[in-house]
């Protein structure tokens, strides 16, 4: 197998260097960076969460220690150690004028670790980030360098990436890192997208969603004529693979066509790191906040400005600025290796209507349960104005639009920024925001503007302070209480607040805001939490209190409540294990330390550990829930006192004393 996978690979090289053309030779293809059979669980420019991923996932099938080599011949330029985030990495700067970064480590060669450990010590802790001088550690093609591992990850792999030597990351799959892909991208889902509250799908407001047809390899088509009027983007869910064994990966190229003409091109080959949080660009970012559900957006939004996305009309697919009756789409992927697909459909514009809810009950349940219309139990927002199903009686409503006569069913409210940030009113000359029912504070709505800076009325007590800037753009946002905080399994949590939910969940911010709750008789102990996603654990927001109350800053939608945290962490007794060194072989000791806190979370900068009555450098195993000291010094030996003081993030602290007995080596 192994054997087979290297010819391809060579296959690979060889077309890689046709394709380049005789005038300049292609740089060599890399060596794969991994001892181990060539396999990707991730892609470049995947989606994290505020983030692109800045490179690709090699998989080392669930193993730790694979031996990493030099993809090319260069220098050792950097190396970082860390609990979160890349964990322990490796930079080269390779002879050919980029960079590769090998991240989540288990361990360097033996020259570099002595080097990490040094710095270590100097600075007197785990984490550090070490520029080396050039030339100081060159390496060569196939040299081993490190070991893989997991750490600041959740499981074994080996991250890597290529970057331009401005630190700008490309992906590996067009820049040296060759596999064989005969897979083609697939298309699950299609959403036709409403860009303004007059447009109309079907006869609907919302959003309309679709399974294409797959008719053969590499062609889907939608098999109904569609009818649009006003103005309609174009949403999808597209997988690409490099074999049956990997996993879902953004594809290197989409494009989306009208009648022959090219109305969105996005690339995926390179990104700014100030840019990443243009990922809630690439991606309907509501629906995968909500659901899950990757929707790549191939529509133009404000705030919009990727270096590699490029739109004609603002990518809508209608109206056409044509006479025809019938128009032709089509939604092409692209892989990194060339493979392509493509869906096509077929629409009509038609004359402008009044949209409406359906008065079919399965469709409207349909529309509720829609990907994209995630928020409220259906509602769907898209920047300056929003469509709100709203189960009120009519006549509480004002300045409204009546979408649907029929009794049976709610009322459907347009909301536009653009109309209302002027002179500060939804739907109401007396109120700076808009209630479903005068008398209901536990819904409100009102708009934000890019330009202009503010207060969003949550509830009673409760206040969002945004600044100018805040926003990329216009957006309609809603605050909505939603009950009493439930501290769920953490257990030790006391809730302070009510719940406030703040959205849409597509709502992008530049720049963070301030979330204030009135809470009487403030204690220390008392912050400000935001919940995990589908029942998720709390998360603790650096808060600051007074004797009104406390605030924190928020930069991105979701629940938020005040807690009290007046448990201390978890410590359970230390233990003492032999391990070995995947780099030489040498048998060395860890002492490991269970901890856990289950309230504002445990607060690594401040917990210390005493061996033999030393202060020691550690690292902490978030997965695991352990703090790990690695015990380099062959002199300690036999039977140690070992001291942990914990502390969490709101400053609660709890310790631990026992003896060990360190084995000889």
Known sequence: MQHTREIKLALCAIAAAIAAGSSSPAPEPFTWPAKIEPGLSSGFCDFRDGRFHAGVDVRTYGREGIPCVAVADGWVSRVRAGSRGYGKAIHLTLDSGVQVLYAHLAEFSPALEETLAAAQAAVGKYTVDLALPKERFRVHRGDVIAYSGSTGATAPHLHFEVRTLEDQPLNPLKNGLLLPDDDRPSFPRLAFVPLSSEAVIEGGCYPLELEPRRVAAGRYQIDDTLRF?????????????????????????????????????????????????????????????????????????????????????????????????????????????????????????????????????????????????????????????????????????????????????????????KELVGNRRVFSEAHPSFSPNDDDVSLAFTAIAAADSGTVPVTSGVELDYAVGSVFADQVVFAAVVGEADAGRQRRLVPRSQAIELGP?????????????????????????????????????????????????????GVYAVLRDDAAPWLGKPEAVQ???????????????????????????????????????????????KIVVALRDASIIGAQPVRVVAFDRIGNSSSVDATVSIASR
């Open 229 to 417: 009027a006003g103005n309609v983007g174009l949403a999808a869910t597209v997988f690409d693979r490099v074999d049956g064994h990997s996993g879902r990966l953004t594809p290197y190229e989409l494009q989306v066509w009208s009648d022959g003409t090219q109305l969105t091109r996005a690339v995926f080959d390179r990104f700014r790191f100030d840019e990443v949080r243009h990922v809630d660009y690439a991606l309907e970012i509501g629906s995968m906040r909500a659901r899950g559900t990757e929707l790549f957006c191939l529509y133009q939004r404000p705030g919009d400005t990727r270096e590699r996305v490029e739109f004609l009309r603002g990518g809508r697919v209608s109206p056409a600025p044509s006479t025809r009756l019938v128009h032709h789409g089509r939604l092409v992927a692209v892989d990194a290796s060339g493979n392509r697909s493509e869906v096509a459909f077929i629409y009509t514009d038609s004359l402008p209507e009044a949209p409406r809810m359906s008065r079919r009950p399965l469709a409207q349940e349909r529309w509720r349960q829609s990907h994209v219309a995630v928020d409220l139990g259906g509602a769907f927002f898209l920047g300056d104005f929003a469509v709100v199903p709203v189960e009120r009686p009519r006549h509480r409503l004002t300045e409204r639009r009546d979408v649907d006569e029929h009794e049976e069913f709610a009322d459907t409210v347009y909301m536009h920024a």
């Open 505 to 557: 969940a597509g709502w992008v911010f530049k720049k963070s805001a301030v979330l204030r709750f009135a809470v009487a008789g403030v204690e220390p102990r008392d912050g400000v939490y935001r919940a995990g996603r589908n029942g998720g654990p709390w998360s603790y927001l650096s808060t600051t209190a007074d004797s009104s109350g406390v605030r924190a800053s928020v930069d991105r939608p």
């Open 579 to 625: 391990t070995v060194s995947y780099a030489t072989g040498s048998e060395y000791s860890e002492i490991r330390i269970p901890v856990d806190d289950e309230g504002s979370g445990f607060d690594e900068a401040r917990t210390q550990v005493f061996v033999g009555g030393k202060q020691q450098i550690w690292r902490w195993d978030f997965v695991a829930k």
